[in-house]
């Protein structure tokens, strides 16, 4: 009787002293993993936020680029982190769509993260070089139709975003794009204005340099409804593709494990990011949208993005080029 009442007043002590740990949770910093470079998405997502996150949570938020493997590098990292909150990290649309490229990933989508909250989404705009000379999504289809493989197409690489995006619009168009990767959407943007590819989906800060020099030409916006800062551009549905979605996004993680009272107060924080006037002027003028589910509903939203997008991988056979 008295091994089994030290048993449990050492159990309810164990309970009790990591309760008191969440409670006090966070007494120093909190490192967010983003799985890509400065001036990614993610990247300009959290550092809009830095400021109101830090006030909120009371402790400095310092950003840790980890680039490179398609965000495996950085997504790895985040799942093998001690699940105490003082690491969190970033999921992109790339997160959900590299474990149906890869026979296997160091990191189960599902398994290894507690979901915290969607942070942004990005409408691409597709865009072709001034000189092709179509001003609509209709000429560039009659043209690919009358040069089946000819027409070059710029991504970020097989199997990004910009790849599987076009793959979807090829397909639901008939046409046949012949595809060019590069490193990064910038770099595969700016040899579209140089005239070295002759379309690629990309978001719309990337493609406003070239769109107001006149080196290039926006065709449709990848959104439910056309947006303010392009009034006169067609989505891909006026367009007359409406079943096409080519929508990118980023959100927040904790590795799984993270006491539930440390990801209430994340989501909380991230809520109150999100509804700064600031924050969200500064995500807008990088392209992105802020906001959008958060809890279980972002898990389920990841889970749900990653059998779309394997299944787009396998209808269309991409392999990494």
Known sequence: MQRRHFIATSVLGLLAASSARADEWPSRAIRVIVPGGPGSPADVAIRAMQDVLARELGQSIVVENRAGGQGIIGVEATAKAAPDGYTIGMLTLQSAVTPALRAKTPFDLQRDFAAVAQLTTESPILLVRQSLGVKTLAELVALAKRQPGQL??????????????????????????????????????????????????????????????????????????????????????????????????????????????????????????????????????????????AGPAFGAFVAAEARRWRQVVVEEKITQD
Request: aromatic share 4%; charged share 15%.
């Open 152 to 293: 070059t197409l710029g991504s970020a690489g097989a199997g990004t975003p910009s790849h599987l995006g076009m793959a979807l619009l090829q397909r639901a168009a008939g046409i046949e794009l012949r595809h060019v990767p590069y490193r990064t959407i910038a770099a595969a943007v700016t040899d579209l204005s140089g005239g070295m590819v002759d379309v690629v989906l990309g978001g719309s800060s990337a493609a406003q340099q070239g769109l107001n020099g006149g080196r290039l030409v926006a065709l449709a916006i990848a959104a439910p409804q056309r947006k303010k800062a392009f009034p006169d551009l067609p989505t891909l549905a006026e367009a007359g593709y409406p079943g096409v979605e080519l929508r990118g996004w980023t959100g927040i993680v904790a590795p799984a494990g993270t006491p539930a009272s440390v990801v209430t107060r994340l989501q909380t924080a991230f809520a109150a990011a999100l509804a700064e006037p600031a924050v969200v002027s500064r995500i807008g003028t990088a392209g992105s949208e802020a906001g959008g589910v």
